[in-house]
RNA sequence: GCGGUUAUAGUUCAGUGGCAGAACGCCGGUCUGUGGCACCGGAUGUCGUGGGUUCGACCCCCACUAGCCGCCCCA
């Protein structure tokens, strides 16, 4: 009777080679341009105490209210309370909770910290989104004498965004921003929606009547066409912000201007997390179907005092890595394949009785940096061929001539051409092929 | 959470109420220290899972599971 086999759970994959090289590609490039900007990496635990996100992200939001996964921790001995836990659905909140226990802040600099890694939302999976998926962010944030408020970090954050998609040669994305308000202003704006659109309402679409009791501001957000002209008599949050927030947005819009940095102002983008405040925004690529959202971000100027922290403004984004990968397959597939990675040489003893000298001959190799694939001496020499040319750009043979001469066979597969080389030469000869 | 759609060999996919198929890949041979090419041969599999209808189901029906697409949401 055979036994059921186990796979991955919905919503949750496998990356194998040869993509989890270009994972590797996508990650270390953010490393590069972050280290340019100097930030430095945080990394946070993958669980916390639901509170954080129940406070941080906000009770009523989506993420916090279905998506979570969260589980009762029992307590193992009677000293040990019992704890709600929850997989990390965001990375903002955990970062702003370090920065709050480690007393980032009394240091009185900016901090600017990037993460790269997994976060767990339970929703249905689809194109570009899963239920463990992973975020490249950053956090600048600190006290306000370190000019965490300025705009500049705003667009300089930006900035260094755009960068980074240029690094990567990604093409065709598009920037939105937005501002929505301060704390103190955005209560307000929000109540003022309420209030308009309780007399237009009953005209809109039912998921935008069930966000009008929820969360008004994502009815901006609909779709919906018939829903656009009544969307468009709503009053914009853009005129509900105080006089702080307006200039901070213009100035923002200034530096990017200045810079040279593209960019919509959408006054209908939101944010489905409660702790943005002020500037928002979101670069969206067409290429990724219905989860358009490359990466999105804002501001969270009240966050660490939401957590009992100090005040800390703060700004940051989070990057869907699944989806910025997708994106870059969807390019590539567009243009001409790559050539496969191969190994510098395959290593092929002729004979059971050379597979231990070999290893120790493809130990010599590798330590001199080479990459080598070591083949099997049961192996008929046709089959090492064989899988030799799939593997590597070139074969050494290993028979008992070269044991007894230290002269070793080389041939090169691209161009056919056959060399002997002495041991001592083996390492430079390997290396001088080109790639 | 809702709707649509799909599930057959390692992969991409045909297929018919009556013996399970192709291409590529894989393994072997022609070819015993020389790969790609060619030719010859071979193995594929609970036809997603579980029920039902039927003399008989890969095919029809139901349920479930999973993938994909859309809604929702967001990265």
């Given at each position: ?22 994972w ?26 639901t ?17 979570m ?7 193992r ?5 019992a ?13 702003v ?8 802040g ?26 463990q998926?992973f ?5 600048v ?17 930006l900035?260094?965004?755009t ?9 065709g994305?598009t920037?939105?921003?937005?501002s ?103 670069f969206?690529?067409g ?12 501001r ?13 403004p ?18 590539q597939?567009e ?26 001959l ?16 049961s ?11 799939k ?12 044991q ?8 090169n597969?691209a ?21």
């Amino acid at each position: 009777m055979a036994e059921k086999i186990i796979r991955a759970v919905r919503g949750t994959r496998d990356l194998l080679p040869p993509e989890t090289e270009l994972w590797n590609h996508v990650e270390s490039t953010a490393r590069r341009i972050f280290t340019r900007y100097n930030f430095g990496e945080i990394r946070t635990p993958i669980f916390e105490d639901t509170q954080l996100f129940a406070r941080g992200v906000g009770e009523e939001t989506d993420i916090v209210s279905k998506e979570m996964y969260t589980w009762e921790d029992r307590s193992r001995a009677q000293s040990e309370k019992a704890q709600s836990l929850t997989l990390r659905p965001e990375n903002t909140a955990g970062v702003v909770r370090a920065y709050i226990e480690h007393q980032l802040g009394e240091s009185g600099l900016l901090q600017k910290l990037y993460y790269i890694g997994p976060q767990f939302r339970r929703e249905r999976p689809q194109k570009g989104r899963y239920r463990q998926f992973f975020q490249i962010g950053a956090e600048v944030m600190g006290p306000q004498s370190a000019g965490s408020e300025s705009p500049l970090r705003d667009a300089e954050m930006l900035e260094m965004l755009t960068s980074l998609l240029d690094e990567l040669a990604i093409t065709g994305w598009t920037l939105n921003i937005n501002s929505v308000g301060s704390a103190s202003d955005r209560p307000l704006y929000v109540e003022a929606l309420r209030k308009a659109l309780q007399p237009v309402i009953g005209r809109m679409c039912v998921d935008c009547q069930r966000r009008a009791e929820t969360n008004p501001l994502r009815v901006l957000d609909c779709k919906v066409p018939e829903d656009q002209p009544v969307i468009e008599t709503l009053p914009r949050i853009a005129d509900s912000l105080d006089d702080a927030s307006k200039a901070h947005f213009a100035a923002v819009c200034a530096a990017l201007d200045i810079c040279g940095v593209p960019y919509q102002r959408n006054h209908r983008l939101v944010r489905g997390l409660d702790y943005y405040t002020r500037t928002t925004f979101e670069f969206t690529h067409g290429g990724l179907g219905a989860q358009n959202a490359l990466l999105g971000g804002g501001r969270y100027d009240g966050l660490s005092e939401m957590l009992g922290g100090p005040k800390a403004p703060g700004i940051g984004f989070a990057i869907g890595a699944d989806r910025l990968v997708l994106t870059l397959q969807a390019q590539q597939a567009e243009q001409a394949s790559l050539p496969p990675d191969l190994a510098d040489a395959y290593l092929a003893p002729m004979g059971v009785v050379l597979d231990a000298p070999a290893l120790s001959l493809a130990r010599e190799l590798r330590r001199a940096g080479l990459r080598i694939d070591l083949g099997d001496g049961s192996f008929r020499l046709k089959k090492s061929f064989e899988t030799g040319n799939k593997l590597a750009r070139q074969i050494i043979l290993f028979g008992e001539d070269e044991q007894q001469s230290g002269i070793f066979t080389v041939k090169n597969f691209a161009n056919g051409e056959q060399t002997k080389v002495a041991r001592e030469h083996l390492v430079t000869a390997l290396k001088s092929i080109e790639k």
